[in-house]
Each structure stands twice: as C-alpha cells, then as structure tokens.
C-alpha cells in the first residue's frame, strides 16, 4: 500500500516477496517520485481489476481490521504515535535519496 527503506517496511509483507520482487522494490524506490507515482497507480489498477466484489473487498477489510485489533489488544503488536512513525519514515526515505 519501498532499498535502505526496506528496513522500515513491516518484515512480514517484505518476508512474503520473492527475491526479484524486493529487486524490483529496490530499483523502483530510487526512482524520481513523479514516475514512483505514477508506477503506483498503475500497479492500484492492475489490483482493481481483481474479480472481487466490493462486498468481498468490504468484507477483507473487515477481518484485516479485526486482525489488527486483536493483535494490539493482545500485546502481539504495538503503536507509535503518527508524527514518530512519519519523520523516521522520511528520514529513511531521504538516507535512501542520498545513496
């Protein structure tokens, strides 16, 4: 829903991508944000085109939710505030620019 800034993608979702797709990842993300943009919207399209219902799609969204929440309530996962979670974000996504 992204190199160095690998590091600050959740290791499930990176754990789940074969090796030419974290590649892939890599090369994308040091790309200028105009064609990363545009790559991304692309690639939500691709996944629109899923034969999915929007009850079905409603539904996964529900259960994800729920998921989340079960893990917060449970201690298997924890927050951080937003402002904290953004500039570390940013600050890897500059340290990824600068390489």
């Given at each position: 829903m992204w190199g160095g800034w690998l590091d600050a993608r959740s290791s499930t979702t990176v754990e789940g991508m074969?090796?030419?797709?974290?590649?892939?990842?890599?090369?994308?993300?040091?790309l200028p944000a105009e064609d990363?943009?545009?790559?991304?919207?692309?690639?939500?399209?691709?996944l629109e085109e899923d034969d999915a219902t929007p009850e079905e799609i409603e539904k996964a969204w529900a259960e994800e939710i729920?998921?989340?929440?079960?893990?917060?309530?449970e201690g298997r996962s924890t927050g951080r505030p937003a402002p904290e979670a953004l500039a570390e974000i940013r600050a890897r996504l500059h340290a990824a620019r600068a390489r």
């Open positions: 074969n090796a030419r797709a974290r590649q892939l990842l890599d090369e994308l993300l040091h990363r943009a545009l790559i991304a919207q692309e690639l939500d399209a691709s729920e998921r989340r929440v079960a893990n917060v309530l």
